[in-house]
């Protein structure tokens, strides 16, 4: 089965620093990648995907890259905000299983 | 609209007692799953339905656990003989389609073995 690793666990950065968070996969089958973000106390929620037809995804702040080859994809998040601060999620699925996730990176972004 | 609901919100359970959780998912949406989230820990893959096809049991952690979707909608997962270590935050998850579209959490219920 597919198995996800997440760096770092924890991450510290000040407002207005970027942040990056990577995650590997093994199951060189996998072709959808997204990523949840859950804030302290609230439910997981999608904040980006990507496909594995694309190497890189932008949404204002946020962007996703993808390397197939490598095996790994990245969270990176610009200008952070103290509204940033959250735990972040990847996850990884081929198209007839289940998502397999990371174990999280919690990210505090200090004013 | 409505979104993914569960409930109870919280549960505390004296351990070897059974405790049935509840999950609502978004109306229309035809795959639920069921995770487990411990401290520290990611999203656990539990269990997975999609339509009325035969249920995803692969994440089950041992036969103490069983869930069922009736109609389709509603589903229940069910924990026998409660252990300390079954204590974690249990989350619901639909979505339109299976498996690679957005999943719509619910709040969880967060279960407690004493």
């Known amino acids: 089965g597919e198995n996800v690793e997440q760096h770092p666990s924890t991450l510290s950065v000040q407002e207005g620093d970027s942040a990056v968070i990577k995650c590997t996969y093994s199951?060189?089958?996998?072709?959808?990648f997204p990523w949840y973000k859950q804030e302290l106390g609230k439910r997981p929620q999608l904040i980006i995907d990507i496909r594995s037809n694309v190497g890189e995804k932008k949404d204002q702040r946020i962007a996703v890259t993808l390397n197939k080859t490598a095996k790994h994809f990245s969270l990176h998040i610009r200008e952070t905000q103290p509204e940033d601060s959250a735990v972040y999620f990847c996850a990884a699925s081929e198209s007839r299983s289940t998502l397999t996730f990371g174990k999280g990176t919690m990210l505090l972004v200090s004013p | 609209g409505a979104g993914v609901s569960q409930s109870p919100s919280n549960k505390v359970t004296e351990k070897g007692k059974d405790v049935e959780l509840r999950c609502d998912p978004i109306?229309?949406?035809?795959?639920l799953y069921w995770y487990r989230q411990s401290l520290g820990q990611g999203l656990e893959f539990l269990i997975y339905?999609?339509?009325?096809?035969?249920?995803?049991k692969s994440g089950l952690p041992s036969d103490r656990f069983s869930a069922e979707r009736t109609g389709g909608s509603v589903s229940t997962l069910t924990i026998q003989r409660t252990q300390q270590e079954d204590s974690a935050v249990y989350l619901c998850?639909?979505?339109?389609?299976?498996?690679?579209?957005?999943?719509?959490f619910g709040p969880g219920t967060r279960l407690t073995v004493t």
């Open positions: 199951d060189s089958a996998s072709n959808y």
């Open positions: 339905f999609q339509g009325n096809s035969a249920p995803d």
């Open positions: 998850a639909s979505s339109f389609a299976p498996h690679q579209y957005e999943q719509y």
């Open positions: 109306s229309g949406h035809t795959a």
